[in-house]
């Protein structure tokens, strides 16, 4: 049995593919309707945008020694294959020349287990996409405790720092905060945390970061010992923590927000975990306008835009218990009491099988006005027509649903289901007067996860005293997602409550009183059949190559 | 003329295809962005370095800057051969039974072949030495750092302490050499009758003022008609009883207190070192009491020797 799991290549929502489509009429489906046959077609490019724009961020990173990705790597094992080693080839004639990767076999904790060939076979898939194989506690352990714990701010003086367990930046969560800022005669002074202590080469520096909002911030410099913290104009009833690990955070900044406009039409997108009664979620927030000024004075604050269902191999529920997010992937890693899983975590792209044979009646529009297009189990979903053409209503319309299983219901104004063999007509009342009155459905019974399909459709009495019927379909969607891969947990690494990075990307657990280092081993090779070499990722006592 | 006659021999030669390999891997460095950052300071990784150490490594270049001078070659030498400097030795000043100083202008020179203590120094020519401890040679009194420490705590104005990391049995002469005394030449005086100078510590005697009508007389307490001046030589301030017209300069020496000296594995000495050419010549003295070299002693010689060895020497105009 191989040991190793490609990437599943997943076909997901690029989130650009809406910023794009941004650029037409607020009217058009193009840019109201994420299945539309521009937003389907835009899809494909704006995923490899995407894909270019965060090689292209983490480049500019990398570009500067400060903020250089400490994870790179570094070295690479290889075994060098003499020169009689004969790769085996294809053995027909008539077919295309084919070289057979080998099989290497390789020794994890005494036993001998054969490794997967990376997926393919360069070094981008066996050092920056491959998925974990397994995950082992490394024998090392912190007493873990915050440096500062929450305190309020008018009792932040009386508290003194305590070492920090390892190096790096420290993160400042605060809480409850209302005031931001305090004129005096002509000045205006903001909220401001000033740190003070030593950087990685014991130099005594000082850090000051103006707060704008309550939430975790990170120091812009890695510290090495903190000995001293204090706040200016702050609300004295503001709950302040200070520690290594952002573990204090409910929200997790995602890593590839890259430009932060002024104008709202690029957003923050934090993410975190949700338990729901029958599992976990993922849930994705966002703020809805791009001057924080708004958010700090209460105006505005972060809106649910995205809460993916999180399932394991076999397609059930979760209890996720913690997770983090691999910077510069799309990959989050999450643990519950046995398994860590690591989880693709861009929106899936929704079955579009259902949006068949619509008839694209462009006079009405279905729209989701409370949730954009997607819902979570359990919760309420509005439906909601917008008549474009008043010259031409219908005297009878009808809704359809098709659930993810496949079944088909009548749907009436109340949001109950009927069978198919209901009629489902209904009539408008108003079309005598010549005017339509908007329908709303509160729809309750989202009970599955997928894609869900509206149907709305119109009968129109045309000149000739016939009908015409025309559909509209909309789709809905209701996300889960399934692992890259769910690998089983040492005893040691069980009930975690939290889980993190620190500066060089070592993986940290928190099991409550300490915090365990782990490592998560990538066991996969790349043959290089020119040079006759077998390069490995992980060291081996052993390696055995059949050709 | 030989006749030849082909003769066919048949034989089969079977190489056997190989079934398996069985190997340890071997380790194989891989470059990335950070062996770039680094070759702008033209250094290396070092071998099976991690990012997280190499990345200090480098950003050690601006907290110790290389260059052609003498601790430039220590911090340079240093970083390439994976001996970087450490904390050693801290010098302090003794207090008085009230928290006084003890000496008003104290000093501290570390040298090729020994530490000079100095009670007060005001200049090259005016100085009062508390104690000089020898460290070149193996029988000298401070060869290694704990017994220099001692005798730095038995002199009357010093104190000294060891680094709790460094190893108490290390040569003093791992010391990089050095003092703790610098001169600013171009500290400004502005309008205000108290200034507080950039350092503390200054040396008595020491001060230049631009502005001579301001600064004429200095007195010991409060300035109380024009062109008095008072300094507080611990504090670094000074008090005028006028105030200057316009911004002017003034010039001064300080020293610093407590003095931590660095210990590093990498020693230079440089043959024109007055103090280091001494341990390799018998000394003379001449009539008039001035030392001079004389020959070579044996270390002197196998210096020489290795020199000549290395490089091409010419002797003459």
Not at chain 1, 260 to 269: L, S, V
Not at chain 1, 289 to 298: A, C, E, F, I, Y
Request: proline share 5%.
């Amino acid at each position: 049995m191989t040991h190793g799991t490609l990437p599943s290549r997943r076909y997901n929502r690029a989130w650009l593919t809406q910023r794009l489509l941004n650029r037409a009429p607020e009217w058009t489906r193009a840019r109201r309707s994420p299945v539309s046959i521009a937003q389907q077609l835009v899809n494909p490019l704006a995923l490899e945008v995407q894909e270019t724009m965060q090689a292209l961020a983490h480049e500019r990173n990398n570009a500067h020694l400060a903020t250089c990705d400490l994870t790179l790597p570094d070295h690479a094992w290889k075994v060098e294959l003499p020169g009689r080693f004969e790769f085996r080839k294809e053995d027909d004639p008539s077919s295309y020349p084919y070289i057979y990767p080998p099989k290497v076999i390789v020794e994890i904790n005494g036993e001998n287990t054969e490794i997967t060939l990376a997926e393919k076979n360069n070094v981008q898939t066996l050092f920056y996409e491959a998925l974990p194989t397994r995950i082992e506690y490394a024998n090392q352990q912190l007493l873990w405790d915050e440096v500062i714990p929450p305190t309020l701010i008018s009792d932040l003086h009386s508290v003194s720092p305590i070492d920090l367990s390892f190096e790096g930046p420290i993160y400042i969560t605060v809480q409850n905060n209302t005031v931001w800022e305090k004129q005096f005669r002509a000045v205006l002074y903001r909220s401001k945390i000033y740190l003070k202590g030593k950087d990685l080469f014991d130099n005594p520096i000082t850090e000051v970061i103006p707060i704008r909002l309550n939430g975790t911030y990170k120091t812009r410099q890695n510290w090495t010992v903190l000995d001293e913290i204090f706040v200016a104009h702050m609300d004295e009833n503001a709950t302040i923590t200070v520690e290594c690990l952002p573990f204090t955070e409910e929200e997790v900044l995602d890593s590839r927000t890259i430009a932060i406009d002024n104008d709202g039409t690029e957003q923050y997108q934090y993410y975190q975990l949700k338990n729901r009664s029958w599992g976990s979620t993922l849930v994705g927030t966002r703020f809805i306008v791009g001057d924080l000024d708004q958010v700090r004075m209460g105006l505005s604050d972060k809106a649910t835009n995205l809460e993916l269902e999180l399932l394991n191999n076999d397609e059930e529920n979760i209890e996720a218990r913690a997770f983090v997010l691999l910077p510069w992937t799309n990959y989050a890693y999450v643990v519950d009491n046995n398994y860590f899983y690591v989880y693709d975590y861009s929106v899936p792209f929704p079955n579009i099988e259902g949006l068949r044979n619509d008839t694209g009646d462009n006079r009405i529009s279905v729209l989701f006005p409370d949730n954009p297009w997607m819902c979570t189990r359990g919760d309420e979903f509005v439906i909601q027509t917008k008549i474009l053409d008043l010259s031409t209503i219908p005297t009878h319309n009808r809704w359809t649903i098709t659930f993810p299983d496949g079944e088909k219901y009548r749907l009436d104004t109340d949001g109950n289901l009927w069978p198919l063999s209901v009629d489902g007509w209904i009539y408008n009342e108003s079309f005598g007067d010549g005017e339509w009155k908007e329908q709303r459905i509160a729809f309750n019974q989202v009970t599955q996860t997928g894609a869900y399909v509206v149907e709305f459709e119109g009968k129109y009495l045309q000149e000739d005293q016939t009908f015409l019927y025309r559909t509209t379909k909309e789709l809905f969607f209701v996300p889960a997602i399934t692992p890259e891969t769910q690998i089983p947990l040492p005893a040691q690494l069980w009930g975690a409550k939290k889980i993190g990075f620190d500066m060089s990307g070592q993986l940290w657990f928190y099991n409550g009183t300490s915090l365990l280092k782990t490592k998560v081993f990538h066991d996969y090779f790349m043959a290089d059949f020119q040079d006759k070499t077998i390069w490995l990722r992980e060291q081996y006592r052993l390696v055995k190559v059949i050709p | 003329m030989a006749k030849f006659s082909t003769v066919s021999i048949g034989f089969a030669i079977k190489i056997s295809k190989i079934a398996q390999i069985q190997t340890a891997p071997v380790r194989h460095p891989i470059g990335n962005r950070f062996d770039l950052h680094a070759n702008t300071f033209t250094l290396q990784r070092l071998p099976q370095e991690s990012n997280v150490d190499f990345k200090k490594r480098i950003m050690d270049m601006t907290r110790h800057p290389g260059g052609p001078h003498y601790t430039g070659m220590i911090n340079n030498l240093a970083r390439e051969l994976n001996a970087p400097r450490q904390s050693a030795l801290t010098i302090d000043l003794k207090e008085g039974p009230y928290g006084q100083k003890l000496t008003p202008n104290p000093k501290v020179e570390i040298l090729a072949d020994r530490v000079v203590l100095y009670s007060d120094w005001k200049n090259f020519d005016e100085f009062v030495i508390d104690k000089e401890i020898n460290i070149y040679d193996p029988q000298s009194e401070g060869y290694f750092l704990n017994d220099l420490v001692i005798e730095i705590n038995t002199s009357d104005c010093f104190v000294a302490y060891l680094d709790p990391e460094v190893r108490p049995n290390l040569h003093s002469v791992n010391l990089i050499r050095g003092n703790n005394f610098a001169r600013i030449v171009d500290d400004l005086i502005r309008n205000d009758q108290l200034t507080v100078l950039r350092m503390k510590n200054i040396t008595e005697g020491s001060v230049w003022f631009s502005d001579k009508d301001t600064f004429l007389t200095e007195v010991a307490g409060k300035p109380s008609s024009p062109g008095e001046y008072h300094v507080d030589y611990d504090q670094g301030h000074v008090l005028s009883y006028s105030v200057s017209d316009g911004t002017h300069r003034c010039g001064y020496t300080f020293t610093v207190f407590p003095y931590k000296v660095d210990a590093s594995l990498v020693h230079i000495y440089s043959l024109q070192d007055v103090n280091y050419k001494k341990k390799l010549f018998y000394q003379e003295v001449l009539q008039s009491e001035e030392e001079i070299n004389a020959l070579p002693n044996t270390e002197g010689a196998e210096v020489f020797h290795q020199l000549f060895e290395e490089t091409e020497v010419f002797w003459g105009k």
